[in-house]
């Protein structure tokens, strides 16, 4: 009977998914609520077939190195960018993630985070908590509309379709840029193309979709937060660092933009007494756009199907380095 691949889990993820790998192979867990020290993934790995990881990991160079008898990583997220891909395909190591299931659930988020800093509904709930709700108040926190403004979207991948799809209930204009013009969803969703300058200048609410990539890095900073409307709201649920933070403190301290909704940052997780938490017209969550019961289920399951397969020898079904199969062939 051939021996059980041996597979290192960097966290506990849903029931989902541990099941599927706990009945073929033999799983070591990292029970910490914290991601493992970089000095333990190193050690865990050197004698392991397979690994399942999360974004929170720095899968660099040296962690795949010190793999050496790694013939897959899972990653239970759609991002890789914590994951060195160009050493993992020289090593001939497929990468799996997690597209498409949580397209839904962020989308969704974004919207909330959207209407949130619009209507000022974090402030509220702090302002009757405070015990400052005395009478009905003709000025009290006034907010921006929604219906009918103008969103602008940066990336028109999948999860940002999905935003302008929840945008046209609310009569909205929909610009978009992407580095790929996308003329079927133009088509679709009404969507506009627009250069990013463009957009900033003319959109209420600017709602960021792309990945985060050298190119993509401080994509808003203080220039292109100049350049949209003092009234324009920022919504963040992509990656902390495709905006500066340095930048956006000032945007809002001083009045460029009016508020901005993160649920990512830079840096991650961001320390309580960083001025971005204590700003007024600044929401900041802890990374929960797919966090739904059912969402992060079906993440933990393709992470895990993702891992499997490359451990039968298998293609994986989805795989963010496929060139590693040309590579074998």
């Known amino acids: 009977m051939a021996e059980k691949p041996t597979v290192y889990v960097t966290r506990r993820i849903p029931e989902a998914g541990l099941a599927l790998i706990r009945d073929t192979c033999r799983m070591r867990l990292w029970e910490g609520e914290l991601p493992p020290p970089k000095e333990v993934l ?5 004698d392991c077939d397979g690994l399942l990881c999360l974004l ?43 597209p498409g299931v949580l397209t839904e659930a962020t989308a969704d988020f974004t919207f909330a985070l959207l209407m949130a800093a619009a209507r000022r509904i974090p402030e509220g709930v702090d302002y009757v908590r405070a015990g400052k709700w005395q009478t009905w108040e003709p000025m009290g926190l006034l907010g921006v509309d929604v219906w009918g403004a103008t969103l602008g979207i940066v990336g028109l991948g999948r999860i940002g379709a999905a935003v302008a799809r929840r945008a046209r209930g609310f009569a909205m204009r929909v610009l978009y840029y992407d580095p790929n013009r996308r003329p079927d969803l133009e088509t679709e969703l009404g969507a506009e193309y627009a250069e990013l ?9 600017v709602s960021l979709h792309c ?7 401080h994509l808003i900073g203080e220039v292109e937060l100049r350049r949209m409307k003092p009234t324009a709201i920022l919504i963040n649920a992509a990656r902390g660092p495709v905006v ?9 301290s001083e009045g460029w933009i009016r508020a901005a909704a993160l649920d990512v940052t830079e840096p991650e997780p961001i320390p309580p007494d960083h001025p971005l938490v204590s700003l007024p017209n600044c929401i900041v969550v802890p990374h ?17 199907e993702n891992l499997l397969a490359g451990l039968r ?3 994986l079904p989805y795989c963010a380095n496929p060139e590693v199969y040309q590579r074998e062939s």
């Open 42 to 46: 190193l050690q865990e790995v050197a």
């Open 56 to 98: 929170t990991d720095p899968i660099d160079a040296e962690v795949i190195g010190a793999g050496v008898r790694l013939r897959v990583i899972s990653q239970m997220a759609v991002g890789v960018d914590n994951i060195d891909l160009r050493a993992a395909t020289a090593r001939g190591i497929p990468v799996g993630h997690t």
């Open 197 to 205: 300058e463009d957009l900033l200048a003319s959109s209420d609410f």
């Open 211 to 217: 990945p985060l990539t050298s190119q993509t890095y």
């Open 244 to 252: 500066d933070p340095d930048a956006l403190v000032r945007a809002l």
């Open 288 to 304: 929960i756009a797919s966090a739904t019961v059912a969402t992060r289920e079906r993440m933990a399951a393709m992470a895990a």
């Open 313 to 315: 020898g298998e293609r």
